[in-house]
DNA sequence: TTCCGTATGTTGGTATACCATCATATCAAG
DNA sequence: CTTGATATGATGGTATACCAACATACGGAA
């Protein structure tokens, strides 16, 4: 671990293919705006946010463990301030905790709040798929179609990370048809905070199988157009990797995971 | 406004009474960890934070006003590292956003994204106010008793950022006695991000009425242990506020409320 | 009058220097 | 062997210096 480096040098095609700017150019053929030139700006900092967020999603940074800044910056190969600066923006999300004493740390996860994660994506993702149901365009649903095709075929190679996006597509497709962007920030930043426990509850057997499964119901809901369907094989989608991951966390010490 | 100084000097005094510490200290009779000496390390920054934040939500900078770091520096009295960590952490709360070629600005709010937070408000508000239902204790309920007693109080002083605070006290006892923290966390995030709209709702008037009368049959419910009857309460609370900020903003210029 | 180029000042991005504090190790006294 | 005091190294907190890029204002030329 000593020996990491995350160097930052010649990243620019890295950034680009994070669609980092997914976020601000719609449909180019709605939007005139998809004219501008958009030089973007890529600061230091955004690569070294992005960098560090991963890094953490990752499990290359494990849960408590201390990051310390002179060494972020040797890593990264940036100054003390971009990587302060970057170590705020995590601290918000809830990525990183500052130690009393001791500076910044990963963050530690407890099952009583993994729990209450789960259940606040149980709220949120029931009403986005309920609502993708009730109004699904053509588009959307091929969309669909096709992430769970790409989903399949990753399914196979048992390749944790590379599930993980695929389910991050599938949700963000049907959050962004019904126009749930901020819930779709929210579960994004809640995901990030349990992705070691999503890592290891897709490391599950069963779950490479059911996990799929499931949301292929509520692919199929969402084709014919079955809210309450939907809701269903949603909350039995969260519950199930909620069950999951509690048999993981919970026999673990009082209140974290390593 | 140019005049506009928040000095952090001798603060300290202030930042005791925003209670920064309530969520390291737990009941003391039941956490042994409550002996710790905990000198809190009240550093720059977290003045700074809280000191522009409440800033921000209070009005005292509008939305899409420019925070320039440097005037900042000054009007705090602190160094632009810390204006800038703080800046940081505010975007990463979305009260604060990032103009390309600009700096940061107070964070503009739409119409649909206000309506995707009362959304969001809805289905963790209703999940909490009945979990609060089913299971709450005596404490709480009197604790409730008291905090819409003070609301009563205040409400016909009709001064909207106690009244606010009022309500924000009600449903923090409402979240934390059912083990809701992180969705509080959500909540409060989302409401500072309507803040403007939420004084704006108050100023109302039928609001001053309408709105403690809801609540207190959200805490009637809880009283008689009925979640459906809190839940359709607390569903009638937040629509209501919905419906009345939508008329405030709708009307405004495409996108934003100034 | 309009247009274009230059100069200048402001702003954010980045790096670095300095300091107080804390943890740890070392060593001496009991 | 244990305890306590001192020294030292590392760490985060804070402030400042420097730079590139942008916006604006000004002035001259067509």
């Known amino acids: 671990m000593s020996s990491l480096?995350?160097?930052l040098s010649s990243v620019y095609d890295w950034v680009m293919s994070q669609k980092l700017f997914?976020?601000?150019?719609?449909?180019?053929?709605?939007?005139?705006?998809?004219?501008?030139?958009?030089?973007?700006?890529?600061t230091l900092r955004e690569m070294a946010l992005e960098r560090l967020r991963n890094a953490i999603i990752a499990?290359?940074?494990?849960p408590g463990q201390?990051?310390?800044?002179r060494a972020l910056c040797d890593q990264l190969g940036v100054s003390r301030s971009v990587i302060r600066e970057v170590l705020r923006h995590l601290e918000a999300e809830g990525l990183v905790e500052m130690a009393p004493k001791q500076?910044?740390?990963v963050a530690l996860i407890a099952w009583h709040q993994a729990r209450q994660i789960y259940d606040i994506r149980i709220a949120l993702e029931t009403t986005a798929v309920a609502d993708c149901a009730r109004g699904a365009d053509p588009d959307t649903k091929e969309k669909l179609r096709t992430v769970l095709e790409d989903l399949d075929r990753n399914s196979r190679k048992n390749d944790a990370l590379t599930i993980l996006a695929a389910t991050n597509a599938f949700y963000e497709t049907i959050f962004l048809s019904g126009g749930h962007e901020i819930a779709w920030d929210i579960v994004k930043r809640l995901n990030g905070r349990i992705s070691r426990l999503r890592v290891m509850t897709l490391a599950t057997a069963n779950r490479t199988i059911s996990g799929p499964a499931n949301m292929r119901a509520?692919?199929?809901?969402?084709?014919?157009n079955d809210p309450d369907?939907?809701?269903?094989?949603?909350?039995a989608h969260i519950t199930e990797a909620a069950r999951i991951a509690e048999g993981?966390?919970?026999p673990e010490t009082p209140a974290t995971i390593a």
């Open 22 to 42: 997914a976020a601000t150019a719609d449909d180019p053929v709605q939007d005139p705006a998809m004219l501008r030139i958009d030089n973007p700006p890529v």
């Open 66 to 69: 201390r990051l310390v800044e």
């Open 5 to 7: 480096v995350l160097k």
């Open 59 to 62: 499990g290359i940074f494990r």
């Open 218 to 224: 509520i692919f199929d809901a969402i084709l014919r």
């Open 103 to 105: 500076g910044p740390i």
């Open 229 to 235: 369907a939907a809701t269903a094989a949603c909350r």
């Open 248 to 250: 993981l966390l919970s």
